[in-house]
């Protein structure tokens, strides 16, 4: 089956910076690849998503890139604000198969 | 507009008593249903999922049952807690109906459930 890895798992940035989220997917078939923020004590919620015909797509502050080639995808968020601290997934799926996710990144933005 | 209603907020129950953990969505049909479990506030792992009613699949074999009696309903049990049965349970829907289960899914907000 699919096996999501994603780096780092805490990161902590300056109100203004960027702030970059990465992983890594196994199963060559996964076409759709979803990013998913969680704040405390609510489910997670879509931010972003990206399916494999594409290699980038930006939503204002934040964009996702694909490289299918090394099997790897990252979300970035630009002038990060403390309204972005929060947990963060990123997930992978091929059409046959359930959403597979990663483990989460603890996004924290100080003032 | 659809919505998905997860109850309730917060349980907690005494090793060795049953669950019933009940999760509906609104506004569609033939959704497909899953079932997370989140321990230590990281990570989401799947425990069953479900694309009919009376349907349903087992990713990981444990303490925990799920049934699907209607469409739009999902209900999570076990006849006997373990401590390790705390967690934060998640109940989620994406599209059915030939649209495979890759796509956006949408969750509820979640059950804490805590073993004593």
């Known amino acids: 089956g699919e096996n999501v890895e994603q780096h780092p798992s805490t990161l902590s940035v300056q109100e203004g910076d960027s702030a970059v989220i990465k992983c890594t997917y196994s199963?060559?078939?996964?076409?759709?690849f979803p990013w998913y923020k969680q704040e405390l004590g609510k489910g997670p919620q879509l931010i972003i998503d990206?399916?494999?015909?594409?290699g980038e797509k930006k939503d204002q502050r934040i964009a996702v890139t694909l490289n299918k080639t090394a099997k790897h995808f990252s979300l970035h968020i630009t002038e990060t604000q403390p309204e972005d601290s929060a947990v963060y997934f990123c997930?992978?799926?091929?059409?046959?198969?359930?959403?597979?996710f990663g483990k989460g990144t603890m996004l924290l933005v100080s003032p | 507009s659809q919505t998905i209603h997860q109850w309730p907020a917060t349980l907690v129950q005494p090793v060795g008593s049953p669950l019933s953990l009940e999760c509906t969505v609104e506004g569609t049909s033939n959704p497909n249903l899953y079932w997370y479990r989140q321990a230590a506030g990281r990570g989401l792992q799947l425990l069953f999922y479900s694309v009919g009613i009376g349907q349903i699949s087992s990713e990981v074999p444990q303490n925990l049952s799920a049934s699907r009696p209607q469409d739009r309903q999902f209900i999570l049990s076990s006849k006997k807690l373990l401590l390790s049965d705390s967690g934060f349970y998640l109940c989620?829907?994406?599209?059915?109906?030939?649209?495979?289960?890759?796509?956006?899914?949408?969750f509820g907000q979640g059950t804490r459930l805590t073993v004593v």
């Open positions: 199963d060559s078939a996964s076409n759709y």
């Open positions: 989620a829907w994406t599209p059915g109906t030939h649209r495979g289960l890759n796509t956006e899914a949408f």
């Open positions: 997930a992978a799926s091929p059409g046959y198969s359930t959403l597979t």
């Open positions: 990206i399916r494999s015909n594409v």
